[in-house]
Every structure is written in structure tokens, then in C-alpha cells.
């Protein structure tokens, strides 16, 4: 957060006990919100109608799961109390914490990226009013992930090492990106030049002839960190190593009409997490610590610094993190035979030091040593 810490006035939106609530965002239009239920299912609740007096839900461990047939998806979606519609069931995800989305620009769709089974990362469209079933975007074997809308909400992209650098024995090294139209109208008003309308337009998801409505093919891979599509110009933030062996981060733009591109910024610290603006003026690099604010025109870069709100329940924060820690890691590790292992007692009793202040140093050694355990 790079601004001056208000005091953040909290209250219990969501709660589930026992149960993760993880990933919550805001649709672009500010109508619906969706949220992950521990790692794997995909929910959106609508804020127009969303009571939060609702009774608890007893339903999370005693239900099907909602993607079983294609054809009740919606009777499924509205049988959960509190928690909205059920877009992606928990059983599509073959592991906790594998599962990442982004909402479409009209706030109609959302582009998942999830591993339906082990080694295997694809790319699904599922509509925001959990009415259609969810579509295999991607189709492949290869790792897909990073799905990103374009701007006019014409093209859908993601990074995919289908098209990237493999090594000797067969490896994926790099991913380059790809994109599809959302359907036939899509294409059309992009081939057409079609100017953007000020509102974003509706263009639904279509699962008929994808593999026909493909967009672009970035004809070189790399280590992509983040990409933007605004118009015809795909901006593309990655990581390059130097002939020394030191890695950077650059960005470059790539033309989807004229398939050319150039290089608006290089040399930056090896960033950890990237944000592009809306307009692709400006890109924001975590690196080393710090956040720099690259301008693409210039290509000059700036540390900011960062202030994070203080004025916050610090307590209870620090108690949730530590049970949604003991729940991920028992959930991935955890075996009732483990050499008698007594996972509640030994969690119980590390949860005590929460009774009295504990410091964030103090919650990581606490969590770090019940691993251990």
C-alpha cells in the first residue's frame, strides 16, 4: 500500500470456522466479490443481496461438489447458504492453494488458473452467475497459468511454455504468452479496428471453436513475470540474465497488428511481484525490499517507500494466520499414523502464546517450530 496509513474501522464480513477464506476481490463494477474456500473452491457472493447475519453454513464438509454433471450447475450454485455460488467446486483442484483468478473488465466472467490434477495447470472461463459450466480455455498438457483480460475485454491471455524454450532432456525452461478472442464478435470488431466504446462491452465467453479464434502467439519466451494488453499493445514485464549469470527485470512491448516490439525499460532489481497501471504508464517492481515505479516512457525508475496501515486489530489478525496455518499444513503433510502424533494437542498447546502479546517474530518461530513438531 503506497500511501499514509488511515485508521482501518473492522468488522466480520465472512466467517467460517474451521475453514480458510482466502484471495477475496472485488469485481471491477463493485457489485460482487469472490473468495476462495480453502484453497480449492471458487465462490462469488452478490453485495446487493448478501446478508451477513446470515447463520453459519454446516454444509462445507457434508455437500457434492458442484461441477459433478454439467447440468446442475446452477440448482448447486444456489443451495449453499452464505456463501454465494460455487463457480469452482473443491474437488476440480487437485491441490490446496492452486488456484488463482481475475475478474473480466464487464465483471460478467472470471479467467481461473487451477490444477485439476497433479502436474497439469490449466486455464477455465466460468460466468460470474454460475449459470454455464466452467470452459477449458487452454486445452493442453503444458503449464498455463497467469490469466490476464485485455483492457476492451476482447482477448483473454495467459503465459504457457506450449510455445517456450525446452531443455535437453525435455524440461519446460520459459513460457511465452498467448491469447484467444472471447468469442466470434470479438475477433471481428478487433480485426475490423473497431473503436473502443467508452463502457466496457459484454463479450460472453464462448466454448464453441476456440481453438479458431486465436489471437496472438508471443513469437519469443522468457521468465514472464506480468503482462497487460491495452489495445493492440501487449506489455510484457520479465526476467533476463545477464551473460555473468545475474538476473534482471525488463519490460518490452509487443504489437499484436505489426508483431513488433521494443524495449521501454531494463536493468531493474530482480523483482518478486509487478503491477502494471491501467494505462501502462507506469510499472510497479517489488524488489530487494522496496518498491520502484518505473515510468514506460522514460524507463527511469524511483524507490518509493512503503507505509503500511498501523492502526489495525493486530491480535486477532495474528490468530488467524496461525489456525489457517495449522489447517494448511495438516491438511498437506499430516497423517493420523505419523509415529502417534497428536497434530491437536501439540496445535492447542502452541496457540497458548497467544493468550498473552506476541510479536511477529515471535508468531514465525511459534509456527516454524510446530512444523517441526
Known amino acids: 500500500m503506497l500511501s499514509n496509513a488511515p485508521a482501518v474501522n473492522e468488522q466480520p464480513f465472512l466467517v467460517l470456522p474451521d475453514h480458510d477464506v482466502s484471495q477475496p476481490v472485488y469485481s471491477p463494477d463493485g457489485l460482487k466479490l469472490a473468495f476462495v474456500i480453502d484453497g480449492r473452491a ?17 454444509w462445507l464438509s457434508t455437500v457434492p461438489s458442484l461441477l459433478s454433471t454439467q447440468n446442475d450447475t446452477e440448482t448447486k450454485a444456489n443451495s449453499r447458504p452464505n456463501t454465494g455460488k460455487e463457480l469452482i467446486a473443491a474437488d476440480m483442484v487437485s491441490e490446496s ?4 483468478f481475475v475478474w473480466s473488465p464487464d465483471s460478467t466472467q472470471l479467467a481461473v488458473h487451477l490444477s485439476p490434477r497433479p502436474y497439469v495447470e490449466q ?5 460470474a452467475e454460475g449459470k ?3 470452459v477449458n480455455v487452454s486445452q493442453s498438457g503444458f ?28 524440461e519446460d525452461w520459459d513460457e511465452t504468452v498467448t491469447g484467444i478472442f472471447t468469442n466470434s464478435s470479438a475477433m471481428k470488431d478487433f480485426k475490423d479496428d473497431r473503436e473502443v466504446p467508452e463502457e466496457v462491452e459484454s463479450y460472453p465467453f464462448s466454448a464453441s471453436n476456440i481453438e479458431y479464434r486465436d489471437a496472438f502467439h508471443l513469437p519469443f519466451s522468457s521468465a514472464v513475470l506480468e503482462t497487460h494488453l491495452l489495445g493492440d499493445q501487449l506489455l510484457v514485464v520479465d526476467m533476463v540474465a545477464s551473460p555473468s549469470g545475474d538476473e534482471t527485470t525488463r519490460g518490452f512491448i509487443y504489437n499484436l497488428r ?17 503491477y502494471i497501471t491501467a494505462n501502462q504508464n507506469y510499472v510497479y517492481l517489488l524488489a530487494e525490499g522496496e518498491v520502484f515505479e518505473v515510468d514506460t516512457a522514460t524507463g527511469e525508475s524511483i524507490s518509493l517507500p512503503i507505509e503500511l496501515p498501523v492502526d489495525y486489530q493486530e491480535a486477532p489478525r495474528k490468530l ?12 498437506l503433510y499430516y497423517r493420523p499414523d505419523m509415529d502417534n502424533v497428536d497434530w491437536a494437542f501439540y496445535s492447542e498447546n502452541y496457540q497458548a502464546f497467544f493468550r498473552t502479546s506476541i510479536t511477529t517474530v515471535t508468531l514465525s518461530m511459534c509456527s516454524k517450530s510446530l512444523a517441526g513438531s
Open 42 to 58: 471458487l465462490h462469488v457472493v452478490d453485495l446487493e443481496t448478501y446478508d451477513t447475519n446470515s447463520p453459519e453454513p454446516s
Open 97 to 100: 492453494n492452486r488456484l488463482e
Open 123 to 127: 486455464i477455465y472461463v466460468v460466468d
Open 132 to 134: 454455464n459450466p466452467a
Open 143 to 170: 503449464y498455463n497459468g497467469k490469466p490476464k483480460w485485455s483492457q476492451d475485454n476482447r482477448i483473454l491471455t495467459w503465459t504457457t511454455s506450449k510455445f517456450g524454450l525446452k531443455t535437453a532432456d525435455g
Open 258 to 274: 505489426t508483431e513488433e516490439s521494443h524495449t521501454v525499460f531494463t536493468d531493474q532489481p530482480m523483482a518478486t511481484d509487478v
Open 320 to 331: 488467524a494466520a496461525y489456525q489457517q496455518f495449522v489447517r494448511q499444513t495438516q491438511d
